[in-house]
């Protein structure tokens, strides 16, 4: 692979994957949510999409269903699980996400069980020549990071975006305040959900193949490893996060060739080293590299 066409793929999955991070960053970050199910939303988009366009819907449709379909996903998942301590909702949310992968690995009808899904379309591909298409495919990805990132710079500073903040830091307040916490729940994991959905959408039609390997509980690992490491409740954080840990992740699987090891021996010392990141980053960086603006207000 030449240097040029290596640098494109990785800024397209940094732009896929901080879609991702955006979204857990609205669950987690804004609002204290503990969803270690986040790649069963991300799932749940890439195989809607992938489903409806290989039936021969555009992809605008396959990317709108494949975010509400997550959405309402996201919706259900919350109403059983929302008024549980911390502890059992990670563990429920770990246990739902491991079911949908589960599902689709078994399911043969709609999801191609185990075989997959292949020829996925890429969008307005004959419009332009095959070896040029990487870099327009970047451009749609970016076009979406960019729109992410605005809506949710909206929703940080708006009414509802704070009360967010207020259920994260002290939900009795919240409760004392009169607000429906429960309710608000609801709406931070469909939304968070929603761009799960949409980013799940953009790797398929960009890799054009799945299949349940994709959504293993490891790829959640590394959603909050970008969190994590580029700072809770910032938006630029994930981003950030999301540079450091996919030019990590993908890079190192050249070492294979530099120090003469197998390739499974590499992919397991590279999950040790983002785990030792992320260690790292709790005890000597806690609020991320990119630490959480608070707004304070005089009295």
């Not at 030449?2 to 901080?18: D, H, K, L, N």
């Not at 608000?184 to 390997?213: E, R, V």
């Amino acid at each position: 692979m030449e240097f040029g066409s290596i640098i494109v793929y990785f800024t397209i999955m940094i732009g896929i994957f901080a879609i991702l991070a955006l979204g857990l960053n609205v669950q987690y970050g804004f609002s204290g949510l503990v969803n270690f199910g986040h790649v069963a939303f991300f799932a749940i988009g890439a195989y809607t999409s992938a489903i409806v366009t290989t039936a021969g819907a555009p992809f605008i449709v396959g990317i709108i269903l494949a975010g509400l379909t997550s959405a309402m996903m996201g919706f259900l998942v919350a109403l059983p699980t929302s008024k549980l301590s911390v502890g059992y909702w990670a563990i429920t949310t770990l246990g739902i996400g491991e079911v949908i992968r589960l599902v689709a690995l078994n399911e043969e009808w709609l999801t191609k069980g185990s075989f997959g899904i292949e020829g996925i379309p890429q969008p307005l591909s004959k419009l332009i020549h095959i070896s040029n298409y990487p870099v327009l495919y970047l451009c749609i990805v970016w076009m979406f990071v960019g729109l992410s990132y605005f809506l949710m710079a909206k929703l940080a500073n708006s009414p509802f975006g704070r009360v967010l903040k207020v259920i994260r830091e002290e939900e009795d307040l919240a409760l004392a305040m009169g607000k429906p916490v429960f309710i608000f729940k609801l709406k931070a994991m469909a939304l968070g959900a929603t761009f799960a959905g949409i980013s799940g959408s953009l790797y398929a039609h960009y890799i054009t193949y799945i299949s349940p390997s994709d959504f293993t509980p490891i790829v959640t690992f590394i959603v909050w490893a970008m969190v994590i490491i580029g700072g809770k409740g910032n938006l630029a954080g994930s981003i950030i996060g999301a540079v450091v840990i996919v030019v990590f992740f993908n890079s190192t699987r050249y070492l294979k060739d530099f120090l003469h090891m197998r390739a499974e021996i590499v992919a397991s010392l590279r999950m040790v080293a983002i785990g030792i990141l992320v260690i790292l980053s709790v005890l000597y960086k806690p609020e991320g590299l990119i630490k959480e603006k608070k707004k304070t207000y005089d009295i």
